[in-house]
């Protein structure tokens, strides 16, 4: 039997885990503002109109920087630039042409992947490499070399069942360790549209030109292999050259706990074949207005709250990783307690995490939401993957989130990096609900007494990385850093 004392500490003990933050009335206040007042979606629409795409390096990214910089400043926030040097990649020219006689080829409809080389022109012998991942070359061993791969960009219908894709830059790394001299992506979307993107994994230029074609040329192609030879010729031209980018930084400081920071980032620039408008213009202008809200209404946080749109996100996660180096350097990434970002997130129905820690608190907000509106469904998702701007924060340990179980708005999915990106395709209710449920999400992160999470240590976050299956990628791209 335990002494009373003993038991009345423990009982304070259980009371005190099981205590649920009281964040309704901030809530309630966020809720209305946003539904009443929110600027995100005709500051996205006017972006797309007067600045057009937000390519990093370009004039167009350096327009969209000072645009982010004056808004912020006119919400009343200390705005930084935050500078950082970048390798701007930009096409020029570009020509593909296949058939079954290397003398005699028909042109394709095409386009460049970015940090192709700056010039290059190379005809070969075209070779079915398939998903492209390391089990296609190991089966086909050595018939790549000094060939072209055709490769389909996700998963080819009829795969061995769990077949995993990688990105598009993985399968690129791939064919060049297995000697492919050019490489042909085939996109996933129907009626012809074409996708760009990188096609490097570290955002240097890759040494073979890389370009995606059509889903309907792609299987074309790929049906006229099994009938005999095809060749293909691939030239190019396109510039590279060290730029300066700035990412764009609002601070709001923290009462209580100002060394202790939560991060809301999106990137705001995009690809240059249409205004990005769904990637990333809904997750950019989101975080602007949740920084309009959270000052529209005099909110108090404390913990220090950043407000960030990330440049160079598009051409390897350069701005976020500005970010982190800097910080390192500065022995300031401990100061980062949670980092929460938005890339394509669109009316989402709860919170994602790289930490199940958090399930608790996360649910137990949610549920204070979702007493403001019943769409709002309190689901919760805890992993990790790549390819947005949390993976360098991430990649060191801190604890990143943001939106869960959203849909893209008017099935723009398919327009991923296309020329059909363009603000049409935006949701105005679907944007609102992404500000106002991650604005709440904020204020509760920077709020709440006690994170009870913190930056993952050597061991704790390799294994992490591994129970998540990002061991491999993160060794193709080169950033996996054990040795054993």
């Given at each position: 039997m335990k002494?009373?004392?003993?038991?009345?500490?423990?009982?304070?003990?259980?009371?005190?885990?099981?205590?649920?933050?009281?964040?309704?009335p901030a809530f309630s206040k966020i809720n209305a503002d946003v539904q009443q007042n929110s600027k995100a979606y005709p500051r996205l629409k006017e972006a797309t109109e007067?600045?057009?795409?937000?390519?990093?390096?370009?004039?167009?990214?350096?327009?969209?920087?000072?645009?982010?910089?004056?808004?912020?400043?006119?919400?009343?926030?200390?705005?930084?630039?935050?500078?950082?040097?970048?390798?701007?990649?930009?096409?020029?020219?570009?020509?593909?042409?296949?058939?079954?006689?290397?003398?005699?080829l028909q042109e394709v409809s095409s386009v460049a992947l970015a940090h192709s080389p700056v010039k290059a022109s190379v005809s070969a012998e075209l070779v079915d490499m398939g998903n492209g991942l390391e089990a296609d070359y190991q089966q086909g061993a050595g018939k790549v070399k000094g060939k072209i791969a055709l490769v389909y960009l996700g998963v080819l219908p009829g795969s061995a069942k769990g077949t995993a894709s990688l990105h598009r830059s993985e399968k690129t790394a791939i064919a060049i360790k297995n000697g492919a001299i050019g490489i042909i992506i085939i996109n996933t979307v129907k009626n012809g549209v074409l996708l760009t993107g990188t096609a490097s994994v570290t955002g240097k230029l890759i040494p073979i030109p890389a370009v995606c074609i059509g889903l309907e040329d792609g299987m074309k192609i790929k049906e006229a292999l099994k009938s005999g030879p095809q060749y293909a010729s691939l030239e190019m031209t396109n510039f590279s050259g060290m730029i300066k980018a700035r990412n764009v930084v609002a601070t709001l400081k923290g009462t209580e706990f100002p060394n202790e920071k939560i991060v809301v980032g999106g990137h705001l620039d995009s690809w240059d074949l249409a205004t990005g408008?769904?990637?990333?213009?809904?997750?950019?202008?989101?975080?602007?207005?949740?920084?309009?809200?959270?000052?529209?209404?005099?909110?108090?946080?404390?913990r220090t709250v950043e407000f960030i749109l990330f440049m160079g996100e598009e051409q390897g996660l350069l701005g976020s990783k500005a970010y982190?180096?800097?910080?390192m350097k500065a022995k300031k990434l401990d100061q980062v307690k949670f980092m929460l970002n938005y890339d394509m997130t669109n009316d989402p129905k709860g919170f994602s995490t790289s930490r199940a820690e958090m399930k608790d608190l996360f649910t137990s907000w949610g549920a204070q939401i979702a007493k403001l509106d019943t769409g709002f469904k309190n689901t919760f998702n805890a992993g990790a993957g790549l390819h947005s701007d949390h993976q360098p924060f991430m990649l060191e340990g801190?604890?990143?989130?943001?939106?869960?179980?959203?849909?893209?708005?008017?099935?723009?999915?398919?327009?991923?990096?296309s020329n059909g990106d363009s603000f049409k395709l935006v949701d105005e209710q679907g944007l609102k609900n992404t500000v106002r449920y991650s604005a709440m999400l904020t204020y509760a992160l920077a709020n709440t007494p006690v994170i009870p999470v913190q930056i993952q240590g050597d061991a704790e976050l390799k294994a992490f990385?591994?129970?998540?299956?990002?061991?491999?990628?993160?060794?193709?791209?080169?950033?996996?850093?054990?040795?054993?």
């Amino acid at each position: 039997m335990k002494p009373l004392f003993s038991l009345l500490l423990l009982a304070c003990s259980l009371s005190a885990s099981a205590q649920t933050d009281d964040f309704y009335p901030a809530f309630s206040k966020i809720n209305a503002d946003v539904q009443q007042n929110s600027k995100a979606y005709p500051r996205l629409k006017e972006a797309t109109e007067t600045i057009g795409h937000r390519l990093t390096g370009s004039a167009n990214g350096a327009r969209a920087e000072e645009y982010a910089y004056k808004l912020l400043k006119s919400y009343g926030y200390d705005v930084k630039y935050q500078p950082f040097e970048v390798e701007s990649w930009s096409r020029i020219s570009n020509k593909v042409q296949v058939g079954a006689d290397a003398k005699h080829l028909q042109e394709v409809s095409s386009v460049a992947l970015a940090h192709s080389p700056v010039k290059a022109s190379v005809s070969a012998e075209l070779v079915d490499m398939g998903n492209g991942l390391e089990a296609d070359y190991q089966q086909g061993a050595g018939k790549v070399k000094g060939k072209i791969a055709l490769v389909y960009l996700g998963v080819l219908p009829g795969s061995a069942k769990g077949t995993a894709s990688l990105h598009r830059s993985e399968k690129t790394a791939i064919a060049i360790k297995n000697g492919a001299i050019g490489i042909i992506i085939i996109n996933t979307v129907k009626n012809g549209v074409l996708l760009t993107g990188t096609a490097s994994v570290t955002g240097k230029l890759i040494p073979i030109p890389a370009v995606c074609i059509g889903l309907e040329d792609g299987m074309k192609i790929k049906e006229a292999l099994k009938s005999g030879p095809q060749y293909a010729s691939l030239e190019m031209t396109n510039f590279s050259g060290m730029i300066k980018a700035r990412n764009v930084v609002a601070t709001l400081k923290g009462t209580e706990f100002p060394n202790e920071k939560i991060v809301v980032g999106g990137h705001l620039d995009s690809w240059d074949l249409a205004t990005g408008a769904i990637d990333n213009g809904i997750g950019s202008f989101a975080v602007m207005d949740m920084a309009r809200s959270f000052k529209a209404l005099n909110l108090k946080t404390k913990r220090t709250v950043e407000f960030i749109l990330f440049m160079g996100e598009e051409q390897g996660l350069l701005g976020s990783k500005a970010y982190v180096e800097q910080a390192m350097k500065a022995k300031k990434l401990d100061q980062v307690k949670f980092m929460l970002n938005y890339d394509m997130t669109n009316d989402p129905k709860g919170f994602s995490t790289s930490r199940a820690e958090m399930k608790d608190l996360f649910t137990s907000w949610g549920a204070q939401i979702a007493k403001l509106d019943t769409g709002f469904k309190n689901t919760f998702n805890a992993g990790a993957g790549l390819h947005s701007d949390h993976q360098p924060f991430m990649l060191e340990g801190v604890p990143t989130g943001g939106g869960a179980g959203g849909k893209l708005p008017n099935n723009s999915g398919q327009f991923y990096h296309s020329n059909g990106d363009s603000f049409k395709l935006v949701d105005e209710q679907g944007l609102k609900n992404t500000v106002r449920y991650s604005a709440m999400l904020t204020y509760a992160l920077a709020n709440t007494p006690v994170i009870p999470v913190q930056i993952q240590g050597d061991a704790e976050l390799k294994a992490f990385l591994q129970q998540n299956n990002l061991e491999t990628p993160l060794k193709i791209a080169g950033e996996w850093k054990w040795k054993d």
